[in-house]
């Protein structure tokens, strides 16, 4: 369980505020994102929110800049006009929807920016938080291995706020879910 230290939060019901890096990567270690901590190098736009009850944490949303010039599969977003939901992770599942609705109301507007994208694991989840949330799913993406970490690729969703108009071609089908599951 995740204690947060600072008094002015004792008894105040429910927040949501700006948290160090440090607590969101204990709340992520804690609750077992399978991504574990943010670890990345800080391009630009990072900040990382806490859901707090009661004074203790039960959700974390962390934003990063993107690793990457250009989104993978959604050629309208790159370094410039977008940031990315880089994690999403609560102690328990009904919270993470409440996160990102938070995150995307309160934090994704303060960057000014006109994209918000998060990469899903398209073999440890539905998307249905995303989906239920508003956001278009915009193409598949499988990565290699992590050059800094060693970590094996992971095949991935990627995930858009706002949705495009229909009339905008991403420029990528994406794959049906029988051909996700031969390629495994």
Same mark, same amino acid.
């Given at each position: 369980?995740?204690?947060?230290? /600072? &008094?002015?939060?004792? #008894? +105040? #019901?429910?927040?949501?505020?700006?948290?160090?890096? =440090?607590?969101?990567?204990?709340? $992520?270690e804690a609750w077992g994102h399978k991504m574990g901590p943010l670890r990345r190098p800080c391009f630009a736009d990072t900040a990382n929110h806490g859901l707090i009850?009661?004074?203790?944490?039960?959700?974390?949303?962390?934003?990063?800049? $993107?690793?990457?010039? +250009?989104?993978?599969?959604?050629?309208?977003?790159?370094?410039?006009?977008?940031? =990315?939901?880089?994690?999403?992770? +609560? =102690?328990? *599942?009904? $919270?993470?929807?409440?996160?990102?609705?938070?995150?995307?109301?309160f934090t994704w507007p303060t960057f000014g920016r006109t994209y918000a994208v998060s990469y899903q694991d398209a073999d440890l989840h539905t998307g249905n938080v995303?989906?239920?949330?508003? %956001?278009?799913?915009? @193409?598949? @993406?499988? &990565?290699? /291995?992590?050059?800094? &970490?060693? !970590?094996? #690729? !992971?095949?991935? %969703?990627? %995930?858009? %706020?706002?949705? /495009? *108009?229909?009339?905008?071609?991403?420029?990528?089908? $994406?794959?049906?879910? !029988?051909?996700?599951? =031969?390629?495994?």
């Amino acid at each position: 369980m995740i204690q947060q230290q /600072t &008094s002015m939060l004792d #008894g +105040a #019901g429910v927040v949501w505020r700006a948290i160090p890096l =440090e607590d969101a990567n204990r709340a $992520l270690e804690a609750w077992g994102h399978k991504m574990g901590p943010l670890r990345r190098p800080c391009f630009a736009d990072t900040a990382n929110h806490g859901l707090i009850h009661d004074g203790r944490m039960v959700a974390v949303a962390c934003t990063a800049g $993107l690793i990457q010039n +250009a989104v993978a599969g959604f050629p309208l977003a790159n370094r410039e006009n977008a940031v =990315e939901l880089a994690r999403l992770c +609560a =102690e328990r *599942p009904g $919270l993470c929807r409440v996160a990102l609705r938070l995150w995307r109301e309160f934090t994704w507007p303060t960057f000014g920016r006109t994209y918000a994208v998060s990469y899903q694991d398209a073999d440890l989840h539905t998307g249905n938080v995303y989906r239920f949330d508003g %956001w278009q799913r915009v @193409s598949y @993406s499988a &990565s290699g /291995t992590d050059t800094r &970490s060693g !970590r094996e #690729g !992971r095949r991935k %969703w990627v %995930w858009v %706020w706002p949705p /495009t *108009p229909p009339a905008v071609d991403t420029g990528h089908a $994406l794959p049906s879910p !029988r051909d996700l599951a =031969e390629r495994t």
